[in-house]
């Protein structure tokens, strides 16, 4: 079992960056994927990125190719979501999230989450 907290969000201008991180307590970071999720009032949960075991494998929305790298470091237990040239709609609670091996982009193939850190974009 795995415990997340995200921290890093804030409020930036547009065309400014952002870097969240996910830090993850319990045995074996190394053996789970990390996902990013986002959800903006009153819209559905969506999926970011995500990244394998491994980091082998990646997966970004088309929304945020280009802009934002998933990264993580195992020896830190951290997880990482670098935005870069933000705009207003990526305004959103954005969740972390893991499960094990394989990156998913369906947030119900996660079964550990945290607990959300805001990011405010301004026009």
């Known amino acids: 079992q795995v415990q997340l907290v995200e921290s890093g969000g804030g409020l930036v201008q547009a065309g400014g960056s952002l870097r969240l991180s996910c830090a993850a307590s319990g045995r074996y970071f190394e053996n789970y994927a990390i996902g990013w999720f986002r959800q903006a009032p009153g819209k559905e949960r969506e999926f970011v990125a995500s990244?394998?075991?491994?980091?082998?494998?990646?997966y970004y929305a088309d929304s945020v190719k280009g802009r934002f790298t998933i990264s993580r470091d195992n020896a830190k237990n951290t997880g990482y979501l670098q935005m870069s040239s933000l705009k207003p709609e990526d305004t959103a609670i954005y969740y972390c999230?893991?499960?094990?091996?394989?990156?998913?982009?369906?947030?119900?193939?996660?079964?550990?989450w945290g607990q959300g850190t805001q990011v405010t974009v301004s026009s």
């Open positions: 999230a893991a499960r094990l091996w394989e990156a998913s982009t369906s947030s119900r193939t996660y079964p550990y």
């Open positions: 990244r394998d075991w491994s980091g082998d494998t990646t």
